[in-house]
């Protein structure tokens, strides 16, 4: 997702910094067979990226897996999950759970407003007494050709719609994560339309894939992951699975999301997998397991399309650039 830099080791920040240059560094950092290979990871990073072990909702995880949602690979490693992140706010690299660790999940208070019956704000713990918690193993598909397939726990995102109560003129909802330089150091960054703000349709927030995420491995998430809240949308990218979410506004026009502002001829609004259709500057034809560094195709809509390719068939998105 490096657009451009501002840092040392890279060129000049007037330039856009190529991909592969990203990339190739990246890969100097994990070598071989994949990318940070979770053995070397430190024991006290390892402890950092488990850390969701002292969040104060623990008791509530493990929670029920649901079996409608399968996989056709193996679960990717705790380790190798918790040691690839990316998490911008918190760093241009991929090992940011240390970094994450401090952000403080609690308080954490969510904003609901715009369209909405009641505009209102609930507490994180509210919020997670309120919703169906549930495990759901998904593939999850960077927009940079890596990917991994993890155990999820949250609730689908149309539980929180309802619990919304939007109104008929609400058409897309807009997200937003915290914004807060001081424990954040990214956020310090000009070059970046910070805070981080992602949008689907109400369509796509009600499909059943769209997913809240609070935990993962059958407990509380650990910050790298996106703690306290983030969004899974399996079908799409993973730069639409927005972190940290403190605010979801109904609205009625397409919001504009971080990555389109800073590139929006490379990363637009719908996202959606399609092996055939490449990225600006590198192909989406396969991907790389960040467990193993085997290549596999990449597969439309990331393998769900029978979820959710009904969501674009009406004509209007004939002219929409549903694939970036
Ligand atoms: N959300 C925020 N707030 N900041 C980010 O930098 N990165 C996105 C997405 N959500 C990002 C974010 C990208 S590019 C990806 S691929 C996924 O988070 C990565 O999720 P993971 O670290 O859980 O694999």
Not at 203 to 208: F, I, R, S, V
Request: proline share 8%.
């Amino acid at each position: 997702m490096l657009i451009k830099s501002r840092r040392g080791w890279e060129i000049p920040e007037r330039d856009v910094t190529p991909e592969a240059v990203f990339l190739s560094r990246r890969a100097l950092l994990g070598a071989g067979a994949g990318l940070i290979g979770a053995s070397a990871l430190p024991g006290s990073a390892f402890a950092q990226a488990t850390a969701g072990a002292a969040d104060p909702s623990a008791g509530l995880y493990p929670v029920a897996r649901n079996p409608r949602y399968t996989l056709d690979r193996p679960l990717t490693p705790e380790t190798a999950a918790s040691s690839v992140n990316n998490y911008y706010e918190f760093g241009t690299n991929y090992d940011v759970a240390k970094a994450a660790a401090k952000l403080k999940r609690r308080p954490w208070v969510v904003t609901i407003d715009g369209l909405v019956e009641k505009p209102m704000q609930v507490g994180i713990d509210d919020l997670l007494k309120a919703m169906p918690l549930e495990e759901r193993v998904y593939r999850h598909r960077c927009v940079e050709a890596w990917s991994m397939a993890v155990p999820w726990s949250g609730f689908p995102m149309k539980a929180l719609v309802d619990y919304a109560r939007p109104l008929g003129s609400a058409k897309f909802v807009r997200m937003e994560t915290f914004l807060d330089k001081e424990v954040a150091p990214g956020q310090s960054g000009r070059f970046y339309p910070w805070p981080y703000v992602e949008g689907l349709t109400l369509a796509e927030a009600n499909n059943e894939l769209a997913f809240l995420v609070t935990g993962i491995y059958g407990k509380p998430a650990p910050n790298q992951f996106g703690a306290p809240l983030r969004l899974a949308t399996p079908w799409k990218y993973g730069f639409k699975s927005i972190k940290a979410i403190v605010k979801f506004t109904f609205v009625e026009q397409k919001p504009k999301t971080f990555w389109e502002t800073v590139q929006s001829a490379e990363y637009g609004f719908w996202a959606n997998v399609n092996p055939q259709v490449p990225h600006a500057r590198w192909s989406q034809a396969t991907e790389k397991d960040i467990a193993t560094g085997e290549r596999r195709p990449t597969l439309l809509y990331n393998g769900y399309g029978e979820f959710v390719a009904d969501l674009y068939s009406a004509p209007a998105f004939k002219s929409e650039k549903l694939w970036m």
